[in-house]
Every structure is written in structure tokens, then in C-alpha cells.
């Protein structure tokens, strides 16, 4: 990254999994320098960042996407599904014959949001269209928090400890 913007405060947020430790890959400080200018901490909210950012750079990250609805420019380093479609600037092409059509950012948000997804009623828990998904959002008490949730957030705190104890963080 550093090679391709040498100019530029170069910000670096790692991804929330690796500070889980959902994920391998979580640089240390000392393999950073020269690398970025300051590290953001994963707990600051991505959405705080994109005012302050004059471009992203991600390699398969939501982050991309959620950066190219604010219009803030995207450099992808590796395939994430909004890649491939002209909205961003593809560092690892896509092999001949794949997407190639470009599309609308419009098109883009259908296809990610609507018309790819299934979704389930947090209700009945039916398969059911985004519409009823979003007059669901209006109802607070249809959203339950599931065991599965508690446990994924459990297995992170347990990872982390792990990972410190173990001298990786």
C-alpha cells in the first residue's frame, strides 16, 4: 500500500476479527513501521474514518463497500464482491470472462441487498422478502439476541486472552 499512494498519512485499521482473534494475520507494531503512519484502533467506528480518508484501500473487507456507498474511492488488493464492476480500482483483476460488465452504484446495492440475499423473518423465522426485514428494524422487540451471538462474542473474548497469553498480541 505504501508503494502505491508514498505521499499520502497512511492510516491503518485492523480488520475487528483479527482483534478477536477470529482471524489470523494481526500485525505487531514493530512489522507496521514504515508500513503506516499511526494505527487506528479497531474499536473506532469505520464510519468516523471515511470524512478524514481521500481513499480506502482493502483487500477483501466490507469496509470497501461500505466506503463506496459513502463515495470515498476504493483500491482492492484481492476479490471482494463489489470488485470487478468499475466502482473500484482492482489491484488483483478478476479472471478474463468474470463480471467485466460495469455497473451503477445503484446496481450494485440492489444486487448486494436485495436481490442476492436471503433473508428471514427474526419473527416467524420464515424466509421472507427485505421489505418485511425492514418494517421489522421499526419493531425493537422482533430482534432477539440469540445463544449463537453470546457464544461468537464469548469465543472472541476467549481467543484474544489466548492470543496475549501466548505472546501473539
Do not use: K, N, Q
Not at 499511526?38 to 481513499?55: Q, S
Not at 484501500?57 to 459513502?70: K, N, P, Q, W, Y
Amino acid at each position: 500500500m505504501r508503494e502505491a499512494e508514498p505521499e499520502a498519512h497512511v492510516l491503518y485499521r485492523p480488520h475487528p476479527d483479527l482483534e478477536a482473534g477470529f482471524r489470523r494475520g494481526r500485525l505487531r507494531a514493530t512489522e507496521l513501521r514504515g508500513l503506516a503512519d499511526a494505527v487506528v484502533p479497531a474499536a473506532t467506528p469505520l464510519v468516523a474514518l471515511f470524512p478524514l480518508v481521500t481513499r480506502l484501500h482493502t483487500v477483501t473487507s466490507l469496509s470497501g463497500f461500505e466506503a463506496i456507498l459513502r463515495g470515498v474511492p476504493v483500491t482492492t488488493w484481492g476479490r471482494p464482491f463489489y470488485a470487478g464492476w468499475g466502482l473500484t480500482e482492482d489491484r488483483d483483476p478478476l479472471p478474463e470472462g468474470r463480471r467485466g460488465v460495469v455497473r451503477t452504484l445503484d446496481e450494485l446495492v440492489a444486487a448486494a441487498l436485495i436481490l442476492y440475499p436471503r433473508y428471514l423473518d427474526p419473527v416467524t423465522m420464515l424466509p421472507c422478502p427485505v421489505e418485511v426485514v425492514l418494517d421489522r428494524l421499526e419493531e425493537p422487540g422482533a430482534w432477539r439476541l440469540s445463544p449463537t451471538t453470546l457464544h461468537r462474542g464469548l469465543e472472541g473474548v476467549v481467543r484474544g486472552t489466548l492470543a496475549r497469553l501466548a505472546g501473539r498480541r
